[in-house]
């Protein structure tokens, strides 16, 4: 055990990266829950997985105009994202250089300046350091601004209205580190020239859970809906609808990132939009039912009417439902605690009423207070509390869903299996065992050995 | 007119709420409109050196967008610390499409 007061580094020392490749074992399909639970696991997820990551930051309408600025979290790190007057998008850390104090307190807002509340440091929309208070007087003139300038985020870039940011300087494109997954995404984010836009602000919200259940989940899980969320579908369900109405569809597919951890999965078979008019409202359903024709004309049939209940994870912590529309990041408050981020996502060129019971039938269903939500916040806080436990610490988990069923559908591309399946688990963890372990980019970039070997 | 006066800019270049430096004045000063009245003032926000047409005109008043100081346009006198030293402002007038500042002869 590290001992009392140890840094993080020192905290780190006691894994090797062959003992953290250990922890995920795809040939046998365990996991070692220390994975959830391990503090000094948990300062090495922060430098090697969130500090080499592209991470979600805000949805591009949540900062249309020069000057606006949106406050976030990269892992636990703090940063202002920030429009230009040129269009672009720069974030930087949210912190003073002067004594580490937070520059933003707001949420989001507009500014021409940050000025740090402590001593009056004032950055502009930049993150460049433009005035220091006694500048004269006090550092008689020797101080150079230039070098004191907010640290900012190396890359910045955006896919179809979601703009990210990575750390690492080295990182490929966000183009190149999507792949495959942007013909998944665009089902939810390319419906239309106009695309996306926010409904509401953000929901947030803490819950005592490893990130990882979360995004697990959102990246493979499509098992648990039919057994945790079954209550809620029947209080969504009208009135008076039989027990067969509620029977869950068998057919369907999940897709794999190769090495990228990113995963996804739906059914194939079309019900019409009824269970989103049950989860979000009948006039969502019928918008989305009518848009279908212009939709295939863009994207095709098999996007239009094969990917129904769809979840999907981008690595490590973008995770969103497709069709339902909720998005949300889980930002990692150490092993064992989250900050639930929550935005409401719909076609930025539907109609205003549409938009509107969108989004309250999104909060209705997935939010601090949603039906669906309760049920996965239960599951995952309850798993966190049992490994408080040493020997349920040590037992492994069961993640041989699918194990060497891997298949092939010419609708779709990439690593396909069953919808029901953890292959995109194991490939979720497969990635975050190879970040763990240091593996470079370059590296990385390989993909993951075959589960049957 | 006071026969040192100089030309700030057109009447049609400034919304009501826009401000933006007077070019070739030696000392800096500003130009701004707010509540259908033309200003102009020091442009220099005496608290700690920063240029006001930065920061935000309202209500005959200008607010510093570093450190929150504001001021009196019609007077110069400090409205809000962290200044305690007022600023100067200047007599304007519109003739025809164009602004002109009154500078102490």
Not at chain 1, 61 to 90: C, H, L, N, W
Not at chain 1, 206 to 231: G, R, T
Not at chain 1, 317 to 326: K, Y
Not at chain 2, 24 to 53: M, Q, R, S, Y
């Amino acid at each position: 055990m590290p001992r009392e007061g140890a840094t993080p580094d020192d905290a780190a020392r006691g894994w090797t990266a062959e003992a953290i490749r250990k922890l995920v074992d795809v040939e046998t399909g365990t996991l070692d829950p220390r994975v959830y639970c391990d503090g000094a696991l948990y300062q090495i997820e922060l430098e090697q997985v969130f500090g080499r990551s592209w991470l979600f930051l805000a949805h591009r309408s949540q900062i249309p105009k020069a000057g606006d600025y949106f406050t976030t979290y990269m892992g636990e790190d703090p940063v202002i994202v920030s429009r230009q007057k040129d269009g672009s998008v720069v974030a930087f850390l949210n912190q003073c250089r002067h004594r580490g104090m937070r520059l933003a307190r707001l949420d989001h807002g507009n500014t021409k300046f940050f000025t740090c509340s402590y001593h009056g440091w004032s950055y502009d929309s930049a993150g460049r350091l433009v005035n220091v208070p006694m500048e004269k007087n006090a550092y008689c003139s020797k101080l150079n601004k230039a070098d004191w300038g907010a640290v900012r985020v190396p890359r910045v870039e955006e896919y179809k209205g979601l703009i990210f940011g990575c750390w690492d300087a080295e990182v490929p494109s966000l183009d190149e580190s999507l792949g495959d997954a942007k013909f998944y995404m665009d089902a939810m984010f390319d419906r239309s020239d106009a695309g996306t836009e926010i409904w509401g602000g953000v929901h947030k919200w803490v819950i005592p859970c490893n990130w990882k259940f979360a995004s697990e989940q959102f990246c493979s899980d499509m098992y648990h809906a039919p057994l945790s969320h079954m209550s809620a579908i029947l209080a969504v369900m009208p009135e008076g609808v039989p027990p067969e109405a509620v029977q869950w569809p068998m057919e369907g597919v999940q897709w794999r990132s190769d090495s990228a951890g990113h995963g996804t999965g739906f059914h194939t078979a079309d019900d019409q939009g009824q269970l989103l008019a049950a989860i979000v409202g009948p006039a969502v359903a019928e918008y989305l039912m009518a848009s279908r024709p212009r939709v295939a004309d863009r994207l095709g049939a098999t996007r239009t009417h094969a990917v129904n209940g769809a979840h999907m994870t981008i690595f490590p912590t973008c995770c969103f439902l497709p069709g339902i529309n909720t998005l949300r990041v889980w930002h990692p408050r150490g092993p064992n605690e989250i900050e639930v981020w929550a935005l409401a996502v719909v076609d930025a060129d539907a109609p205003q009423a549409v938009k509107d019971q969108w989004g309250q039938g999104i909060t209705r269903t997935f939010s601090p207070a949603g039906m669906f939500e309760q049920d996965d916040g239960e599951n995952w806080i309850e798993v966190q509390r049992v490994l408080r436990g040493t020997k349920s610490r040590r037992q492994p988990f069961n993640l041989q869903m699918g194990l060497g069923n891997e298949q092939s559908d010419a609708r779709f591309p990439g690593k396909l299996s069953y919808v029901f399946s953890e292959a995109a688990a194991r490939g979720f963890y497969t990635r975050w065992a190879r970040m763990m372990a240091g593996e470079s980019h370059a590296d990385l970039a390989a993909p993951h050995l075959p589960e049957v070997r | 007119m006071n026969p040192n006066t100089v030309r700030a800019c057109a009447v049609d270049s400034l919304k009501d709420g826009e401000m933006q430096p007077v070019a070739g004045t030696v000392d800096p000063i500003g130009i701004g409109k707010a509540g259908g009245e033309w200003f102009a003032f020091e442009n220099n926000c005496t608290h700690d050196d920063f240029p006001l047409t930065e920061g935000v005109i309202e209500d005959a008043e200008i607010e510093c967008p570093l450190h929150g100081a504001r001021y009196c346009l019609r007077t110069g006198k400090v409205r809000a610390v962290p200044a305690t030293c007022s600023i100067r402002v200047y007599p304007v007038h519109v003739v025809g499409g164009d602004v002109f500042i009154e500078l102490p002869t």
